[in-house]
């Protein structure tokens, strides 16, 4: 198994490039026009490496292809996919930092090396696919969990339940990625979620 985590931001003359990036969030106004949200590492002094995100505005001249190359529609893409991204050099100041984007490759899902989180279900919001866990000895410490497609959901004999059969209150066990992107309270994807 690697330890992926977003890829790397790399400028190339007047474009830029994001290898393995991860995409946190998709609008996408109609099958011409949209934006995503991407997240990416950044190396920084002593080695350590935070994660920023960046809005790729999406137009009719972007790009979009599947893992095998073909196009693909601006609108099938979800929050969860890894993507290479190639986008203008010009980035607004905002935060986060908005480029137009030229093309974007959907990659196959990396393995990534899991971590395991124990804790009880604050909130679910089961329109927009997440839920919040705090740590059951720190209320303080919450996080944000996305629910993708590829989600799973078991009860605690390791049975297939559906998303909505969990409830706020609930102590679950939740595998999701090695990553976190730099919100309050921050935010992951989740693979697994078994009740405890």
């Known amino acids: 198994m690697s330890n992926e985590v977003p890829g790397t931001m790399v400028q190339q003359g007047n474009t830029m490039r994001i290898n393995n990036g991860f995409i946190e969030e998709v609008?996408?106004?109609?099958?011409?026009?949209?934006?995503?949200?991407?997240?990416?590492?950044?190396?920084?002094?002593?080695?350590?490496?935070?994660?920023?995100?960046?809005?790729?505005?999406?137009?009719?001249?972007t790009v979009v292809i599947n893992t095998n190359g073909r196009n693909m529609c601006l609108c099938c893409l979800r929050a969860g996919m890894w993507i290479n991204a190639v986008f203008s050099s010009r980035m607004?100041?905002?935060?986060?930092?908005?480029?137009?984007?030229?093309?974007?490759?959907?990659?196959?899902?990396?393995?990534?090396?899991?971590?395991?989180?124990?804790?009880?279900?604050?909130?679910?919001?089961?329109?927009n696919n997440f839920l919040y866990t705090e740590n059951p000895n720190n209320r303080n410490n919450q996080t944000k969990f996305i629910i993708t497609n590829t989600t799973t959901f078991t009860n605690r004999f390791g049975l297939p339940i559906r998303f909505r059969d969990l409830w706020p209150g609930q102590l679950v066990r939740i595998t999701h990625a090695n990553f976190q992107a730099p919100s309050i309270p921050p935010q992951t994807t989740a693979f697994n979620i078994q009740q405890l």
């Open 27 to 61: 609008s996408c106004f109609n099958n011409s026009n949209g934006f995503i949200l991407v997240s990416y590492s950044v190396r920084e002094r002593n080695n350590i490496t935070s994660i920023q995100t960046i809005r790729l505005n999406l137009n009719r001249n």
């Open 92 to 127: 607004t100041r905002s935060i986060p930092p908005q480029a137009n984007a030229f093309l974007i490759a959907v990659r196959r899902n990396p393995q990534p090396s899991p971590s395991v989180t124990t804790g009880r279900i604050t909130l679910i919001d089961f329109d």
